[in-house]
């Protein structure tokens, strides 16, 4: 009777927390829902460009295997791989085709030096000669995806540590006290987001160090350039993290927002390719910070890009960071109007 009466209590509880009860049916639904389409639309056949002076025999067995796009000439193709519209081009020299794959995901150079083998299996012309923009042919899949999951645990960890000690200033009334002093909201949501920001630069900095000199991860940009990008991200993780504490009551409904928040930004931060996804899968992405911050953090890596390169990104990463501060500020209306 004694068991029953504590499984009676926790579920009257439980029932009493209908966000608790809708997230827990919810949330795996809709996390398995968005993997599935995912999946599902996974791609299955590269974007090639071919040269106007490749023979036309040859570009008609590659469009049986590949999506095909006649150019101009190399520069026009060149400059469509540098902004990863196709996965490689191709341009014979000599009666023999020389290919130039993107290579910075393994997965789709795979996807194309497959192609490509069929595509010889079947041809009477000379030995392809492959070169690659980025990365090679030997870069493995943790090389590729390592750039994203730095990311993505800074963005988490700092996530998750900045809500709940947010929350417990809260609850434990440091900041109702706080909220009572002649401090405008601007001033306390700037003064916390300093303070857990002097630590969250710390456990960013070594994170970084140890994926880059620990595990080795590639590196052709500049250390400081993915520093600043890490840092930025951090802050909006940061700021996201002290926003949505405030809607919490204990950690348990902090960490309900996990799968709602956290998950999708992984699922569509370029751990798959979303270019064969539905449209509102691909629109979705958009709305994600991790989104841009893995995409900035792989341009740097694995493609060698400047700060300059990746202003787009890092722009948005930083419009990110200041939205949630200011969201945060006025979520603190519900303690104090002033």
């Not at 931060?269 to 899968?281: E, K, Q, Y």
Request: with cysteine.
């Amino acid at each position: 009777m004694r068991v029953l009466s504590i499984a009676k209590r926790l579920i009257k509880q439980l029932r009493g927390d209908k966000r608790s009860i809708a997230l827990m049916f919810v949330a795996p639904v809709f996390v398995m829902y968005l993997l599935s389409a995912i999946l599902c639309s996974a791609t299955t056949t590269p974007n090639i460009d071919v040269i106007s002076s490749v023979p036309n025999t040859y570009v008609t067995k590659l469009q049986n295997l590949a999506n095909v796009k006649k150019v101009e000439s190399e520069e026009i193709a060149l400059n469509n791989l540098k902004d990863k519209s196709i996965d490689a081009y191709i341009i014979f020299k000599e009666n023999s085709p020389k290919i130039t794959i993107e290579g910075a995901d393994p997965a789709i150079t795979s996807l194309v030096m497959n192609t490509l083998n069929k595509l010889s299996n079947n041809s009477t012309s000379k030995k392809s000669e492959i070169t690659f923009l980025h990365g090679s042919k030997d870069m493995g899949t943790f090389d590729s995806m390592a750039p994203i999951l730095m990311g993505f645990f800074i963005f988490f960890f700092v996530f998750l540590i900045a809500g709940v000690a947010f929350l417990r200033e809260r609850i434990s009334g440091t900041l109702e006290r706080i909220l009572a002093s002649p401090l405008k909201r601007w001033e306390i949501v700037l003064g916390y987001f300093l303070g857990f920001g002097s630590f969250v630069a710390i456990q960013t900095i070594i994170l970084q160090l140890f994926s880059v000199y620990g595990l080795n991860v590639p590196l052709v940009g500049s250390f400081w350039t993915v520093l600043i990008i890490n840092l930025v991200l951090a802050s909006g993780s940061l700021a996201l993290g002290t926003l949505l504490s405030a809607f919490a009551r204990n950690e348990f409904q902090l960490f309900q927002f996990i799968p709602i928040v956290i998950v999708p930004q992984i699922m569509f931060s370029g751990i798959f390719d979303l270019r064969n996804s539905p449209v509102w899968a691909r629109v979705l992405s958009k709305i994600f910070p991790m989104t841009y911050g893995a995409e900035a953090l792989r341009d740097v890596m694995l493609r060698g890009k400047s700060l300059i390169d990746v202003k787009f990104d890092l722009l948005m990463l930083v419009g990110y960071a200041i939205l949630f501060l200011v969201l945060n500020t006025l979520a603190l209306k519900k303690y104090r109007k002033a």
